[in-house]
């Protein structure tokens, strides 16, 4: 069994910055892909973005130049720095990991999930 824990989020005003943290434990040693994805009032769960084990990211383009994926593979942690916010960008984000490294599974979905952290961006 995998548990991933997010931490970081919270109210910032537009145009802040907030950094989430993501570990993993347990049966950590299947992981390979990390990522983050979104999920805003009313709207269907997307992904934010999302790192292979050799450091290959891929955003969605809402935030494509505003956030970084990055990871720690010794830590089997992931981080999402985001910049620049917006009120759009307001929702519950969600850590995600895959047993699977290629960005084009991921995209599609992940195999183990966190409880999420709520992002609220005030105007």
């Known amino acids: 069994q995998v548990q991933l824990v997010e931490s970081g989020g919270g109210l910032v005003q537009a145009g802040g910055s907030l950094r989430l943290s993501c570990a993993a434990s347990?049966?950590?040693?299947?992981?390979?892909?990390m990522g983050w994805y979104r999920q805003a009032p009313g709207k269907q769960r997307e992904l934010v973005a999302c790192i292979t084990s050799r450091g290959t990211s891929h955003y969605t383009d809402a935030v494509k130049g505003r956030f970084t994926i990055s990871r720690d593979n010794a830590k089997i942690t992931v981080y999402l720095q985001m910049n620049s916010l917006k009120p759009e960008d307001t929702a519950v984000y969600y850590c995600?990991?895959?047993?699977?490294?290629?960005?084009?599974?991921?995209?599609?979905?992940?195999?183990?999930w966190g409880k999420g952290t709520l992002v609220t961006v005030s105007s």
């Open positions: 995600a990991a895959s047993d699977n490294d290629y960005v084009a599974y991921m995209v599609y979905g992940m195999d183990y």
């Open positions: 347990g049966s950590v040693g299947s992981i390979k892909g």
